[in-house]
């Protein structure tokens, strides 16, 4: 393909400057992001926009004095679609010459249970509980998972089932290829190491981890009620400064891989890990910030999380949740049909904000036995589960009246 214009950017302002280009209409949505050998991302650009930008306002909209250039690029650049054509055109052509060596006919049956998405962690592949599901495929016995890690370019292969019902969202997963299970994955410059059998990773929140690595932290100690391995743990460690993080979390198995994390990244020091139920946390009045990172949602950790800002100064919360948008009838009979359009999404995010914040005030005055004032200081959409279920972020600062 020919060379197509791009932006380079440091890693911690991708996304806050892709939803900059993107507002402009500016990105060019048809091709992905790339991450540069030297820690840049290069955002890509339609090239009829490229004399209407102004680098020195991308400057303004992150606050940052870092220099932003326009350069070419073509090898490193492939379009999503043609990204995802390779990988199945590969792993299909394998597929049938496997089939062939036992006597077996290619049809649209099996090609349509073969994996279309994975997730890669490192050597490993992750797949689905949709694929090779078909009889045929028990035939090819281990001869069948040596074949799907040559055609993924991969060495270990595992399945996932389901999220248990556990209490620590354990992954059901096993492994189909390879002889140990932890893997290691790398986003913005910070290193998670876990057990892919044993602990979740969400690759979907990257644009919520790159964009909390872009907050100012210095001087502040921060409570992350839902540590998990460090996904949002690290990057307040790491990118943003901040003095001192406590890192609840429940789960032994997350527990020891976040204790693996803080050390491989060098800030064990500045983190105390609590492991157990958070709402037994004796901390109190310690935090200027507390990040509420589950979904659905965090409300069991409300009061949690009022208990520990601090009560001369208050703090900022950052609350997770899935919020679901209304399904109204259509006038013309009874079928469904959701509210429509993205201003319609936002005017639920709103809603459900601005309740949340009156919740919380009240949920202050209680603790406290004084007014406090909650302001919605910015709501941020992480990513869709369904048409009208969507992953949202309320950053709500509390502070005593």
Same mark, same amino acid.
């Given at each position: 393909?020919?060379?197509?214009?791009?932006?380079?950017?440091?890693?911690?302002?991708?996304? #806050?400057?892709?939803?900059?280009?993107? &507002?402009?209409?500016? %990105?060019?949505?048809? @091709?992905?992001?790339?991450?540069? /050998?030297? *820690?840049?991302?290069?955002?890509?650009?339609?090239?009829?926009?490229?004399?209407?930008?102004?680098?020195?306002?991308?400057?303004?909209?992150?606050?940052?004095?870092?220099?932003?250039?326009?350069?070419?690029?073509?090898?490193?650049?492939?379009? #999503?679609?043609?990204?995802?054509?390779? &990988?199945?055109?590969? %792993?299909?052509?394998? @597929?049938?010459?496997?089939?062939? /060596?036992? *006597?077996?006919?290619?049809?649209?049956?099996?090609?349509?249970?073969?994996?279309?998405?994975?997730?890669?962690?490192?050597?490993?592949?992750?797949?689905?509980?949709?694929?090779?599901?078909?009889?045929?495929?028990?035939?090819?016995?281990?001869?069948?998972?040596?074949?799907?890690?040559?055609?993924?370019?991969?060495?270990?292969?595992?399945?996932?089932?389901?999220?248990?019902?556990? *209490?620590?969202?354990?992954?059901?997963?096993?492994?189909?290829?390879?002889?140990?299970?932890?893997?290691?994955?790398?986003?913005?410059?910070?290193?998670?190491?876990?057990?892919?059998?044993?602990?979740?990773?969400?690759?979907?929140?990257?644009?919520?981890?790159?964009?909390?690595?872009?907050?100012?932290?210095?001087?502040?100690?921060?409570?992350?009620?839902?540590?998990?391995?460090?996904?949002?743990?690290?990057?307040?460690?790491?990118?943003?400064?901040?003095?001192?993080?406590?890192?609840?979390?429940?789960?032994?198995?997350?527990?020891?891989?976040?204790?693996?994390?803080?050390?491989?990244?060098?800030?064990?020091?500045?983190?105390?890990?609590?492991?157990?139920?958070?709402?037994?946390?004796?901390?109190?009045?310690?935090?200027?910030?507390?990040?509420?990172?589950?979904?659905?949602?965090?409300?069991?950790?409300?009061?949690?999380?009022?208990?520990?800002?601090?009560?001369?100064?208050?703090?900022?919360?950052?609350?997770?949740?899935?919020?679901?948008?209304?399904?109204?009838?259509?006038?013309?009979?009874?079928?469904?049909?959701?509210?429509?359009?993205?201003?319609?999404?936002?005017?639920?995010?709103?809603?459900?904000?601005?309740?949340?914040?009156?919740?919380?005030?009240?949920?202050?005055?209680?603790?406290?036995?004084?007014?406090?004032?909650?302001?919605?200081?910015?709501?941020?959409?992480?990513?869709?589960?369904?048409?009208?279920?969507?992953?949202?972020?309320?950053?709500?600062?509390?502070?005593?009246?």
């Amino acid at each position: 393909m020919d060379s197509v214009p791009c932006l380079r950017v440091p890693q911690c302002q991708a996304q #806050k400057l892709r939803r900059s280009l993107q &507002s402009k209409g500016a %990105l060019d949505l048809s @091709l992905s992001l790339v991450k540069d /050998s030297d *820690g840049t991302v290069l955002l890509p650009i339609l090239a009829s926009c490229l004399s209407q930008l102004d680098l020195q306002s991308f400057r303004t909209t992150v606050a940052s004095d870092d220099d932003f250039e326009v350069v070419w690029s073509k090898s490193a650049l492939q379009s #999503k679609k043609e990204k995802g054509r390779a &990988s199945s055109s590969k %792993l299909e052509k394998v @597929l049938q010459e496997l089939l062939e /060596s036992h *006597g077996e006919r290619w049809t649209e049956e099996l090609k349509r249970d073969i994996p279309r998405s994975f997730q890669r962690h490192g050597d490993l592949v992750l797949l689905g509980d949709t694929c090779f599901v078909l009889p045929l495929w028990e035939n090819m016995d281990q001869q069948l998972w040596s074949t799907v890690a040559r055609g993924l370019g991969a060495k270990r292969l595992a399945k996932i089932r389901r999220i248990s019902r556990d *209490g620590f969202r354990s992954p059901e997963v096993t492994m189909l290829l390879g002889e140990h299970s932890w893997v290691k994955h790398v986003d913005n410059g910070i290193s998670y190491e876990f057990d892919v059998t044993k602990c979740m990773f969400s690759a979907g929140n990257i644009t919520e981890k790159l964009r909390v690595a872009g907050f100012d932290c210095r001087g502040e100690t921060v409570v992350d009620l839902y540590a998990g391995i460090g996904y949002f743990t690290l990057p307040y460690l790491v990118h943003t400064k901040a003095s001192h993080v406590h890192a609840c979390e429940w789960n032994p198995n997350a527990v020891e891989a976040l204790k693996k994390n803080l050390e491989a990244n060098g800030v064990s020091d500045r983190c105390t890990i609590h492991q157990g139920d958070n709402r037994q946390l004796q901390l109190c009045g310690v935090a200027d910030r507390v990040n509420l990172g589950l979904i659905p949602s965090s409300e069991d950790g409300w009061s949690v999380a009022c208990r520990l800002l601090r009560r001369a100064t208050g703090g900022v919360l950052h609350i997770h949740q899935n919020v679901t948008s209304p399904v109204q009838h259509s006038t013309a009979g009874d079928a469904p049909q959701k509210v429509s359009g993205k201003k319609a999404d936002r005017e639920v995010w709103q809603a459900w904000a601005e309740d949340t914040a009156k919740h919380f005030a009240s949920l202050l005055k209680d603790f406290n036995g004084t007014q406090w004032t909650t302001n919605i200081q910015h709501i941020e959409h992480v990513k869709s589960y369904a048409p009208h279920v969507h992953h949202v972020v309320l950053d709500l600062e509390c502070r005593p009246s």
